[in-house]
């Protein structure tokens, strides 16, 4: 297998979030958890998103673990590599986007590195280095709550010079409008001034879709999406891919039991949690008890078990804003997430004993616990339920397994049932 394009994502989510987007682009795209191992059978693709849970560990371990999977990927053949990142930029002052970053550029030789979370199907955008979601600027959406990255300052030249060794530059849209070349010339001004990553602004596909055939004569990009839906028009028009229809494989029906698990604190989440309220069981798990050492997880698995028959059911540990404050006050942040993602892997790993081969998750630190904890190797993409979130056809695992791994913010208010019913 040659690849195309090589792909590192920092969560598990925005990992299938990006092959959702390559796929409708036209390339045949896997998502593999962590580096696959030899005798995992892969489909011959032009992408692998390797996922990984970087995001939110010590910077030192993302740098290793990204820095390993770029070997993997440089060795398949790819000469691009994407660092896929949260379209809501989500890091601290201490990394991981900017350490890693600098580790493959320095890895690959790359003189100038393009950088840009604009999603703009999504209502991310980019302008004057500053990201906004939505119609407001980062630092006044929800994510300025984030429980593990709490986003408080919108101008993404500033953040990414706090967490990185290069000098950061910006690609203005005024310069983006102007095109390919436009956007050359200024990336070699900038190499010529010792700048060694660049933001640059987009706020349409179009724009886009320039700054993919820039990135895709480079080696190393790095960004959300959005980027990755550039550089996959730019690899198709250019002929280096012949462009692929999607396959229906991935989404064949496999019935049996479904269930929800929601660990997102996101207000996109805490809505559709809401309105699943109306159409199926919830079990709202009590944090300060899983803190504690009760055994949240066996309660829900009584609770859950009794009633899978019958049809879906939703358990989630979300809360507002306020109250996840004030547990982590009480606990620590990291204590607290960590705590609750491993009842979320235990509950899981329960459902699924129980029989549940249909499965739905929200948030990607929680997708990843559960997705780890069930041992799933990879994944094929299949139809796509709401922008950034397909349905997930499990490989490599005993048996038939169909899974959704939903960002915290992404998907409309009926999320969970929308996604139910394309995951037969
Ligand atoms: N009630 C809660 N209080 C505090 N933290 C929580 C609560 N529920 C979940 N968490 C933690 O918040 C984090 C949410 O992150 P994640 O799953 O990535 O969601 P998102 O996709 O919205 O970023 C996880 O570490 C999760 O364990
Ligand atoms: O780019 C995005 O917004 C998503 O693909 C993503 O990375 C989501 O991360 P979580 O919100 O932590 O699920």
């Known amino acids: ?27 045949r795209t896997v998502q593999t958890i962590g580096i696959p191992a030899d005798d995992l059978a892969l489909p011959e693709v032009d992408a692998v998103v ?51 970053m600098d580790a ?37 959406s929800p994510l300025k709550d984030h429980p593990l990255n709490p986003m408080r300052d919108s101008n993404l030249v500033r953040v990414l010079a706090r967490q990185s060794k290069t000098q950061i530059g910006l690609v203005d849209l005024a310069t ?3 095109g390919v070349e436009a956007v050359r010339e200024r990336l070699a001004e900038l190499a010529g001034e010792g700048i060694g990553a660049a933001i640059i602004d987009a706020v349409f596909d179009r724009d886009l879709e320039t700054i993919g055939r820039v990135a895709a004569e480079h080696r190393l990009s790095v960004g959300a999406s959005g980027i990755g839906l550039g550089l996959a028009r730019a690899l198709v028009s250019t002929g280096k891919v ?69 049809g879906p059911v939703l358990i989630a540990s979300s809360s507002t804003p306020d109250q996840v404050a004030a547990l982590q006050a009480r606990h620590g942040r990291d204590a607290a997430g960590h705590a609750i993602e491993q009842t979320m892997a235990d509950i899981a790993e329960g459902l699924v004993k129980a029989g549940v081969r ?48 939903k960002s915290g913010n992404f998907g409309g208010p009926e999320f969970f049932s929308d996604a139910l019913g394309l995951m037969r």
């Open 242 to 310: 012949k462009s692929a229809v999607a396959s229906s494989e991935a989404g064949a029906a496999v019935g049996g039991p479904a269930a929800c698990l929601a660990g997102s604190c996101s207000q996109a989440t805490l809505k559709q949690i809401a309105s699943a309220e109306k159409i199926m069981p919830v079990l709202h798990l009590d944090p300060d008890r899983i803190l504690t050492g009760a055994d949240e997880a066996q309660r829900a698995l009584d609770w859950a078990r009794p009633r899978l028959a019958e």
């Open 176 to 178: 983006v409008t102007r």
């Open 358 to 405: 249909r499965l739905v998750v929200a948030g990607g630190e929680t997708s990843g616990a559960v997705v780890d904890r069930l041992r799933i190797p990879g994944f094929l993409v299949g139809v796509e339920i709401a922008a950034g979130v397909p349905v997930l056809r499990a490989v490599g695992v005993e048996g038939d397994m169909l899974l959704a791994l």
């Open 50 to 100: 390797v996922s990984l849970k970087s995001r939110s560990i010590e910077a030192g371990l993302a740098v290793s673990r990204s820095r390993a999977a770029e070997k993997w990927l440089r060795g398949r053949g790819a000469s691009h590599v994407l660092f896929k990142i949260c379209s809501t930029f989500d890091s601290t002052d201490a990394g991981n986007i900017g350490p890693v």
């Open 104 to 140: 493959l550029r320095a890895d690959c030789g790359e003189a100038n590195v393009l950088v840009t979370p604009a999603f703009p199907e999504t209502g991310r955008t980019v302008y004057q280095g500053n990201l906004f979601v939505g119609a407001v600027p980062l630092n006044e």
């Open 1 to 27: 297998m040659t690849l195309a394009l090589g792909c590192i994502a920092d969560d598990y989510t925005g990992a299938s979030d990006l092959a959702n987007t390559l796929t409708r682009a036209g390339l």
